[in-house]
């Protein structure tokens, strides 16, 4: 059986592939989240939000690490798609912030939304066996929530298109999500 469809208990074992497809889309998914930030620095940089941009850039690479880490320690085969991550993930941070800084602030809401669905899921789904990678996945997820309540500060919701923007881009968040747990 898919142990995706498994039916799981609180507390029960969590099964070891389930865990390893978890680690690799995480990883693939922090290593999207560094270069989207890279792509909103290279234009907004120099401006009024480089330091907060920094900020949210320095904790994707704190996640990204933790989730390299992990790849190494547990020999979870890493997404055959981070060459793809590293273009789009800059693609999509660059063109936002090229439309403003409201436009850019409103991807981050998109982004930070979609991950933090997808790391509550996954620490549902994680055993007292796992309980180590639970406790990472929360702490990174209250970061993520940080990351998008910094963009509503900044008048994400002013962007032009807001609406359609932010579900265009977690549409596409979940499709990444979906193929880096299998490719
Ligand atoms: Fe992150
Ligand atoms: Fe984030």
């Not at 507390?11 to 270069?35: F, K, L, N, Q, S």
């Not at 850039?57 to 590293?86: S, Y």
């Not at 900044?154 to 596409?172: C, D, H, S, V, W």
Request: proline share 5%; glycine share 8%; aromatic share 4%.
């Amino acid at each position: 059986m898919d142990d995706t469809l498994a039916p799981r208990l609180p507390g029960d074992p969590t099964a070891a592939a389930a865990v390893a497809r978890m680690i690799r889309v995480d990883h693939a998914g922090e290593y999207g989240a560094r270069r989207i930030y890279q792509g909103q620095l290279a234009v907004l940089g120099r401006g009024p939000h480089g330091p907060v941009l920094r900020h949210m850039q320095a904790q994707e690479q704190q996640h990204l690490d933790r989730f390299a880490e992990l790849v190494a320690e547990r020999r979870v085969r890493p997404t055959a798609l981070l060459p793809l991550w590293h273009l789009a993930g800059f693609a999509l941070g660059a063109a936002t912030a090229a439309l403003g800084p409201r436009a850019a602030m409103a991807c981050t809401v998109a982004v930070e939304e979609a991950i933090d669905a997808h790391y509550a899921a996954q620490a549902a789904r994680l055993g007292d066996d796992e309980a180590e990678l639970r406790g990472t996945i929360e702490t990174f997820r209250a970061e993520e929530l940080e990351h998008r309540d910094i963009g509503l500060a900044n008048q994400a919701e002013q962007a032009p298109g807001y609406r359609l923007m932010t579900r265009l881009i977690k549409a596409g968040c979940r499709a990444a999500i979906a193929a880096s747990e299998r490719i």
